[in-house]
């Protein structure tokens, strides 16, 4: 006697599977790149930092933020954003601080004044792309690496910061 199994994944399960093949090739580029390339001529903090936001990216998505945009710049003004996506109907504008330790400063709290006043002028130029108003909101996402770098990161999201300093 046959008999049919039907298994039924939940959306957070498919969600979290359907990432997963474009994150292993990223990150397999990544590794190659590194092997078989000349090394950029970049600071280590920069590769650092780009590490972080990738994580970022992939984690805020696990998350079920849509990701629309990527370190976006106005040619009207200064600074950059992160990331940009929304959260079901809200934008969200997302500074990323990365971190290789705890000791100094975390990473949340290094969001200053003139970088929040750069971020806000950045994210009405792009609102300035919506004809009817939205709901947005501003997050820091903060990704804390171990010395080794080897290991996962940490990452903590803080939803609805503040951009008054």
Request: proline fraction near 5%.
């Amino acid at each position: 006697m046959v008999t049919d199994i039907t298994v039924s994944f939940g959306p957070s399960f498919r969600r979290k599977l359907a990432g997963l093949p474009t994150q292993t090739i990223i990150r397999f580029l990544d590794w190659l790149a590194e092997h078989t390339l000349p090394p950029e001529k970049i600071a280590a903090h920069q590769r650092t930092g780009r590490r972080g936001e990738e994580a970022a990216y992939f984690y805020l998505r696990k998350l079920g933020y849509i990701m629309v945009a990527r370190n976006f710049r106005s040619p009207r003004c200064r600074g950059e954003i992160d990331l940009i996506g929304w959260q079901e109907d809200v934008l969200c504008f997302i500074e990323v601080k990365t971190r290789t330790t705890r000791d100094v400063k975390p990473g949340e709290a290094a969001v200053d004044e003139h970088k929040r006043r750069q971020i806000a002028a950045v994210a009405r130029e792009y609102l300035r792309l919506f004809p009817l108003s939205c709901q947005w909101r501003f997050d820091v996402v903060s990704v804390y690496y171990d010395e080794s770098q080897a290991s996962r990161p940490q990452i903590e999201v803080f939803r609805n910061a503040s951009l008054k300093g």
